[in-house]
């Protein structure tokens, strides 16, 4: 069975590269990787925060949070 | 042709956090993925460092760093 690994970015290049090397690394076979870019879909940062997302690029895998480097603040996807 | 991951940590528990979630993860069919415990391996930290890796725990994939949450910088290790 799959487990939900959702990878949040902002479209910044710092996410650019993580999703490109990292998101895009999980095995296929036992997770369902969701991509979500706030640009496109702002209704989702509440999720993301409800995750414990404070940053982007971040990757929920089973609900665990994983700030992957730094692009920018929540507060900075919010201000934007 | 497998792709080097190797995720290197120091034992903390954000980085155990980490290998479990988040190195294991990865799809190995696509990367072969070695764990590097600082704490058994200190020979290893100049590697990192020269990955560009400045805190653990810390996933290099093809080469490329990726900071995951904030567990040690690479001068506490060195003190550890």
Redesign the interface.
Known sequence: MSSK?IFYHAGCNVCV??EN??AE???????ETEIVNFADAPSRIVEAESFGVESVPA?V??G?P?????GASMADVKAS
Chains 1, 2 share one sequence.
């Open positions: 690994a590269a993580a090397a990292l690394a999980l095995d296929p076979n036992r997770f990757l895998i089973a665990q994983f700030h992957i480097n730094f």
